[in-house]
């Protein structure tokens, strides 16, 4: 028996037997059979067609005289013809077949395996029309899938390039974006004669002063001087000040070898203070606008202050300034008096003028309104002028009600305030002023101005 190989001479494989596909390379094996068939029938069909005439010929009959004396001539004429040899196909082997149909179909075989691809897939097969055994379809199904494999990752790799391209092009994009635009930055803040670099380091300024509580403002600056504050190199302009001493203002130049700089005032004037002030006492300047510190720093020459204190009169004072010291204090306590007081009956209406002597008026309005504003209530409306306050409190009914009217000024150097108080009520809502209580309550208060 004829042991059968795989037609792939790159594989040549021995088989079980008769198969369609070869189970370790794939290829088909039909196709040997199939030219070895077609090849048999070619010759197959040679031969009968040689032979299909002797079979169909049929049986001659006993030929009559004339036709005997005709076939005889014929026959004679044929012997006298020189014998030819015969064709070689018309030489037969023992099997009924000649050698050249033989070659024949040893040719036409090989004709047919030379045409044959041999590298047809189990796919191309089954796309073929024809069915391929279990085997040979997962193999080529695993060639596919190999190649699919090799497929994507070749185009996963062609993804990841091209994000990359993408995105170095962006951040060459933005490089390019930033550096214009830091060129264009400087071009309008850089002065033409120098170009600033793009990262400033910044350096602590220290200033120190003497005295060495001085104010100390930086004016091209917005942000308030503080020791060590960290500013860019440059020209700064420093102001040094103190009550008492000369102002001082220099640029400096701030750079990292120099950060350090020291201011030293000059005095103004002198060191004044003030002894025996009563309790809460403190100075103003001559116009009473503005309170003074101690000690005063005052300039050489003329100086004119007051002296102030709760429930005393005033006290003003010029001195003329050369030297330091100090000047004592002797403020009087506030005096109230009654000029007059009237009354209507049943204290309807009273009427009372006090005298408070050499006080300023401003203090005294200022007092009687404080008073005034914290006791009111709901109904209480107050109208205030320069130096006369009205305050009317509602009581029960549209016309019921209680007005004081205070009015201050002055008469030679004293300083005076009537008080004149109406109270409009019925009958059953009597209410009426207790005109000593009111005397004794508005001295109290001008003791507190």
């Known amino acids: 028996m004829e042991k059968l190989s795989c037609i792939n001479s ?58 005997k004396r005709a076939s005889r001539d014929k026959t004679k004429s044929e012997q006298e013809k020189p014998k030819s040899s015969p064709a070689p196909e018309a030489k037969k082997n023992t099997s009924g077949k000649s050698m050249s149909a033989i070659q024949k179909q040893k040719n036409l075989t090989q004709s047919v395996l030379a045409n044959t691809t041999p590298d047809k897939s189990a796919v191309a097969y089954m796309l073929s029309g024809k069915k391929a055994e279990k085997k040979g379809f997962f193999a080529g199904l695993m060639k596919w899938l190999t190649r699919l494999f090799y497929l994507v990752l070749i185009l996963v790799g062609l993804g990841i390039a091209l994000v990359v391209f993408v995105v170095m092009t962006d951040d060459k994009k933005s490089d390019s974006d930033s550096r214009q635009t830091s060129k264009g930055s400087q071009t309008t803040t850089a002065p033409k004669s120098s170009s600033k670099p793009s990262v400033v ?25 503080k020791k060590g504050m960290l500013l860019e190199p440059g020209n700064y302009k420093v102001e040094v000040s103190r009550s008492g001493y ?45 309170r003074l510190s101690l000690p005063m720093e005052l300039p050489a020459g003329k100086a004119e202050f007051i002296l102030r204190a709760p429930g005393h009169y005033d006290q003003r004072k010029s001195i003329n300034v050369d030297r330091n010291g100090y000047l004592e204090a002797s403020l009087k306590p506030i005096q109230c008096s009654v000029l007059k007081k009237d009354s209507s009956f049943m204290s309807k209406e009273i009427e009372v003028t006090f005298d408070l002597g050499p006080i300023a008026k401003e203090r005294v309005a200022k007092r009687i ?66 005109l000593n209580a009111g005397i004794k309550m508005i001295c109290a208060m001008m003791k507190e101005v």
């Open 246 to 290: 000369k102002t001082q203002t220099k640029t400096v130049k701030l750079t990292k070898v120099e950060n350090n700089f020291r201011f030293t005032l000059e005095k103004s004037g002198f060191s004044v203070n003030v002894q025996k002030l009563p309790a809460n006492g403190y100075v103003v300047n001559a116009a009473g606008t503005k």
């Open 369 to 434: 309104f404080d008073y005034w504003e914290k006791s009111a209530n709901s109904k209480t409306r107050i109208q205030r002028g320069a130096f006369q306050l009205v305050s009317k409190e509602t009581l029960k009914g549209r016309d019921s009600y209680l007005e004081e009217t205070v009015k201050i000024y002055e008469v030679s150097g004293s300083t005076r305030m009537d008080l004149h108080g109406v109270s409009k009520t019925g009958i059953t809502n009597h209410k009426g002023f207790d």
């Open 201 to 225: 380091q910044k350096i602590p300024l220290h200033i120190y002063t003497s005295p060495s509580d001085a104010k100390v403002r930086i004016m091209n600056i917005g942000p308030k001087y």
């Open 10 to 67: 790159a594989c040549n494989s021995a088989l079980g037997g008769v198969v369609k596909f070869c189970p370790f390379c794939g290829h088909a094996q039909q196709q040997k059979k199939a030219a070895e068939k077609v090849a048999a029938a070619a010759v197959d069909a040679d031969a009968g067609k040689k032979q299909e005439p002797e079979k169909s010929q049929p049986k001659k009959s006993e030929p009559t005289g004339n036709v």
